[in-house]
């Protein structure tokens, strides 16, 4: 059972934007658990992104979404998003999001903390 459904991925030039989400599909929900994002290019390890908390009132950002890429949530639809901008080629990869009952105010990018999974969204920035 998939409990946790990414969209938003495609193509995009550099410098351009994306905005992802992520929902609970078939009651799983999202208002309890700390949400992560997290991307992984073709041999590299995962890598966490960004991280938010159950209220939304705290997020967490790697280096390299800092300054370009925002997390938010909307617990009444269920889902949550990351908006992208500036993006880059080295950001071309496929990314996921996550769900781990962390405290709130643990806002962790390891994604060995992480226990539910989305599929994963294709990202690719290009000329």
């Known amino acids: 059972q998939l409990q946790l459904v990414e969209s938003g991925g495609g193509l995009v030039q550099p410098g351009g934007s994306l905005r992802l989400s992520c929902a609970g599909s078939?009651?799983?929900?999202?208002?309890?658990?700390?949400i992560g994002w997290f991307r992984q290019a073709p041999g590299k390890e995962r890598e966490g992104v960004s991280t938010?908390?159950?209220?939304?009132?705290?997020?967490n950002y790697a280096d390299v979404g800092k300054g370009r890429f925002t997390i938010s949530r909307d617990n009444a639809k269920n889902t949550v998003y990351l908006q992208m901008n500036s993006l880059k080629p080295e950001d071309t990869a496929v990314y996921y999001c996550?769900?781990?009952?962390?405290?709130?105010?643990?806002?962790?990018?390891?994604?060995?903390?992480?226990?539910?999974w989305g599929q994963g969204t294709q990202v690719t920035v290009s000329s």
């Open positions: 996550a769900a781990a009952n962390l405290p709130f105010w643990r806002l962790s990018l390891s994604p060995t903390q992480y226990d539910y």
């Open positions: 078939s009651g799983f929900t999202l208002d309890s658990l700390t």
């Open positions: 938010i908390s159950r209220t939304g009132a705290t997020t």
